[in-house]
């Protein structure tokens, strides 16, 4: 299916989330020649209520006059059809889903019917609990509406006994869904893995190790002051 996208490796950058034009363009302009995608969360699904749940919609036309002036394209994260007719309707064609969304068959199967007859390049992160049959079954969805052009996240997996990083990596995991999926470029995301950034560089090296096919890092114009991540 993939083969040939398999062999690139893909740098993507970018906030946890849009907050407001000064940093998601001081952080476009930064880094935009040394990625391969600009991230950006435009819609943030949070567990509490008052939490910081992204700039939203408005944040689209920022997205999209950066993508076209630059020609380095942008990613948002879906966790709604609405949320991919937005998108899709400010030219952004690569979305992916969270971790909280690939649990939810539900969304999981709205988002692929918006997406069903587009061209739109689609990831899909690993779910939060490591039961990797909600993961394949995402991708199954995806694959099911004609999406050809799809990428696996690894953003490890929650452990209540891993003292080190926020959620495991458990590399064993992501090579029996590599064995599962051979095609499926497998992106490493050592930011929501670490949870910290003094470990994304022995992270990006494992990665790397690992034969991973990518890396998605966080990156923030002002980290300290950044409203999530
Ligand atoms: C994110 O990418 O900012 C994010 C919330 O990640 P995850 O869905 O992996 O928790
Ligand atoms: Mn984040």
């Known amino acids: 299916m993939q083969k040939s996208k398999k062999n690139k490796f893909t740098i993507i950058g970018g906030p946890c989330a849009v907050e407001s034009r000064f940093q998601v363009e001081t952080t476009y302009r930064a880094i935009?020649?040394?990625?391969?995608?600009?991230?950006?969360?435009?819609?943030?699904?949070?567990?509490?209520?008052?939490s910081y749940s992204g700039y939203g919609d408005g944040a689209l036309d920022w997205l999209m006059q950066l993508q076209s002036k630059y020609s380095k394209p942008v990613a948002v994260e879906v966790g709604t059809a609405k949320h991919v007719a937005l998108a899709l309707k400010h030219n952004i064609n690569i979305v992916w889903i969270g971790a909280r969304t690939t649990v939810n068959s539900f969304y999981v199967q709205e988002i692929a019917e918006a997406?069903?007859?587009?061209?739109?390049?689609?990831?899909v992160k690993n779910p939060i609990y490591a039961d990797l049959n909600?993961?394949?079954g995402a991708i199954n969805?995806?694959?099911?509406?004609?999406?050809?052009?799809?990428?696996?996240i690894h953003r490890g997996f929650f452990s209540e006994n891993d003292l080190k990083y926020r959620n495991s990596p458990r590399w064993e995991l992501v090579n029996i869904f590599r064995g599962f999926f051979p095609d499926i470029p497998v992106i490493?995301?050592?930011?929501?893995i670490s949870?910290?950034?003094?470990?994304?560089?022995?992270?990006?090296?494992?990665?790397?190790?690992?034969?991973?096919?990518?890396?998605?890092?966080?990156?923030?114009?002002?980290?300290?002051?950044?409203?999530?991540?």
């Open 115 to 123: 997406l069903r007859g587009t061209e739109a390049e689609l990831w």
């Open 188 to 192: 490493c995301d050592p930011s929501h």
């Open 32 to 50: 935009y020649k040394h990625i391969d995608v600009f991230r950006a969360g435009v819609w943030k699904g949070r567990t509490y209520p008052d």
């Open 141 to 152: 969805r995806m694959s099911q509406v004609g999406i050809k052009d799809i990428k696996a």
């Open 195 to 229: 949870g910290k950034s003094n470990l994304l560089e022995s992270l990006s090296i494992k990665a790397i190790e690992e034969n991973m096919n990518g890396l998605m890092v966080e990156v923030h114009n002002n980290p300290k002051q950044a409203r999530s991540d």
């Open 134 to 136: 909600l993961w394949y």
